[in-house]
């Protein structure tokens, strides 16, 4: 049974930071992988969505990377700013449509 | 195109009581998914939908859960007599096709008294 774990669970950085969010799951059989943004109160909006055969999506300060043989994936922001404070939630597709979650890591941007 | 629409963003029963929640995917979207999200934990998918039919059920509750998509309208997910532990966020997503990305709507938080 796929398992995803996102470590930390929280994490608390001075603006203009860079950082790294980690993402990891059991079974190295997955479709693709996403990433995630959870503000309060408001629904999802995707970030960077990784496909099996890839091993990094790029988009603006965001990178995101694919490692399937460790069983990991890691969300950089570059130049953090106070407006990326939100949970970052990590999904795997584990077939065409299912999507297998980690419990997130809370962000937060210190000005 | 606006985007997928949930309503009501907030719902309050009593248990016992039922609840109905609502999502309007994108428009020309015909794959509708439901998933739970407990307080602190990662969202569970519960159901895929395409227009009247239930694909995968599997993550959906087999007592007092039902959802429906039907060929006019929003998809429904119905809870019956709600108990404390219903509470949480529900989200819905929709695709244009099955492999394609799932869109999210603001979810619906329902609180069971």
């Known amino acids: 049974k796929q398992e995803v774990t996102q470590i930390p669970a929280a994490l608390s950085v001075p603006e203009g930071e860079n950082l790294v969010l980690n993402c990891s799951f059991t079974?190295?059989?997955?479709?693709?992988l996403q990433w995630f943004r959870q503000d309060p109160g408001k629904g999802l909006t995707s970030l960077l969505l990784?496909?099996?055969s890839q091993r990094e999506q790029t988009s603006g300060r965001l990178n995101a990377s694919l490692d399937k043989s460790s069983g990991r994936s890691t969300l950089y922001i570059a130049a953090s700013q106070p407006g990326d404070s939100a949970t970052y939630l990590c999904?795997?597709?584990?077939?065409?449509?299912?999507?297998?979650w980690g419990a997130g890591t809370k962000l937060i941007i210190k000005p | 195109n606006a985007g997928v629409m949930q309503n009501p963003r907030h719902l309050v029963r009593r248990r016992g009581q039922e609840a109905r929640l609502r999502c309007s995917p994108m428009?020309?979207?015909?794959?509708v998914y439901w998933y739970r999200q407990l307080p602190e934990e990662g969202l569970k998918f519960m159901v895929y939908?395409?227009?009247?039919?239930?694909?995968?059920e599997s993550g959906m509750p087999k007592e007092r859960f039902s959802a429906e998509f039907p060929k006019e309208g929003p998809s429904i997910l119905r809870i019956q007599q709600v108990v404390r532990g219903d509470s949480a966020a529900y989200f819905c997503a929709s695709s244009l096709d099955v492999t394609d990305t799932q869109y999210f709507g603001p979810g619906t938080r329902l609180t069971v008294l």
């Open positions: 428009k020309g979207h015909s794959h």
């Open positions: 990784i496909q099996s």
């Open positions: 079974d190295s059989a997955i479709y693709n």
């Open positions: 939908l395409q227009k009247e039919n239930i694909i995968d």
């Open positions: 999904a795997l597709g584990d077939s065409n449509y299912q999507l297998i």
